[in-house]
């Protein structure tokens, strides 16, 4: 695949349109090796493939997810990802882990959104 000259929208638009019933963690890993997603700069990229591999089940953006969800402070990054992590028993834990690292870096209305998504407040 040449992706050398891809724009952010042609990798969203990639990342978006993967298969989240048929892409295995496996083709994922393959993905990551690469083109180093987990360590993209771009949080419009960053975040997409964040959200991606939780629903896939690729833990190998384990560390750069903590290190994004504790650096990115807006709520359309932060959102999605929580979501994400809260479909699962083991997900909602490391959620929660994560928030409570990371929440004095956010805004209130995220704080909000994102006890509610982590079922810390009602």
């Known amino acids: ?3 050398q000259n891809w724009s952010t929208h042609e990798w969203l638009h990639f990342l978006r349109h993967l298969n989240e019933e048929t892409t295995t963690p496996e083709d994922l890993a393959q993905l990551d ?29 384990d560390d750069a997810l903590e290190a994004f969800l504790n650096r990115v402070g807006r ?8 979501e994400a992590l809260a479909q699962t028993p083991e997900g ?22 994102i006890e509610k998504i982590l079922k810390l407040k009602s």
Not at 36 to 54: C, M, V
Not at 92 to 113: A, C, D, F, M, P
């Open 33 to 61: 090796k690469a083109f180093d997603l987990t360590h993209s700069g771009n949080s419009e990229i960053a975040a997409i493939w964040f959200e991606k591999s939780i629903n896939i089940g690729y833990d190998g953006i």
């Open 75 to 82: 709520r359309k990054f932060l959102k999605p990802l929580y």
């Open 1 to 3: 695949m040449h992706t």
């Open 92 to 113: 909602l834990n490391k959620g929660r882990e994560i928030y409570e690292k990371s929440k004095g870096n956010y805004h209130y209305v995220s704080n909000h959104t």
